[in-house]
């Protein structure tokens, strides 16, 4: 299973009797990425969980070539269903913002991502880090979050000694910011003014 969030997935993991065993995700969907799972399985692997994330759909057809080739379950935590309406405002915003967005690293839109959350990454390289951007959005109104504080490998009653690089770069690095179908064009004017006015700072970090 992924540590990039999903703390009560390794809870529930814990409370049938099974060990929670991390690999890394991809950089690009922040799913599970598919090599990573098939290093991490041995004798005693019972099922790959996979998780979907930020509306980005994970590798699933990859995936479930694994789960055959080592006969294992893979088990799908989905997110929740939007209106196809509210679906398309989210991607219309997500569009703006992809067009006009400076100093950071945009999502990949990919197939099928819903923009249950925008994500985008702000590299600290010595220059304004992710925390003290977000800090910064804030003061400016724009109502941005961490979306992953801690992977779940560093908490106390997870914590594993396992290398999870894109895992550990990802919580580091990104911020969600606001694509909300209720959000006017002014405001995602407002959005793109803040981020830019600050992402000015972290040029070229891409």
């Keep these: 299973m992924p540590a990039f969030g999903n703390a009560e997935i390794a809870g529930a993991a814990t409370l049938v009797g099974a060990l929670p065993v991390f690999a890394d995700v991809d950089p690009v969907t922040y799913c599970l990425d598919p090599a990573a799972v098939e290093a991490a399985v041995t004798s005693r692997s019972a099922a790959v969980v996979v998780v979907h994330r930020f509306g980005r759909p994970a ?115 990104t911020l969600a910011l606001p694509v909300d179908a209720s959000l006017t064009k002014r405001d995602m004017q407002r959005i793109v003014v803040a981020c830019n006015a600050l992402g000015g700072l972290l040029q070229p970090a891409f």
């Design 59 to 173: 590798d699933v057809g990859r995936l479930h070539a694994v789960g055959q080739r080592h006969g294992l379950l893979v088990l799908e935590e989905g997110e929740s269903e939007a209106p196809y309406d509210e679906i398309a405002q989210r991607r219309e915003r997500a569009a703006y913002l992809d067009g006009r967005l400076r100093g950071v690293r945009m999502p990949d839109g990919g197939d099928g991502h819903t923009y249950q959350q925008y994500v985008v990454r702000v590299p600290g390289n010595g220059r304004p880090d992710r925390d003290a951007f977000a800090r910064a959005l804030r003061g400016r109104g724009v109502a941005c979050r961490v979306p992953v504080k801690t992977p779940v490998h560093r908490l106390p009653e997870f914590r594993r000694c396992v290398s999870l690089p894109e895992t550990e770069s990802a919580a580091d690095e």
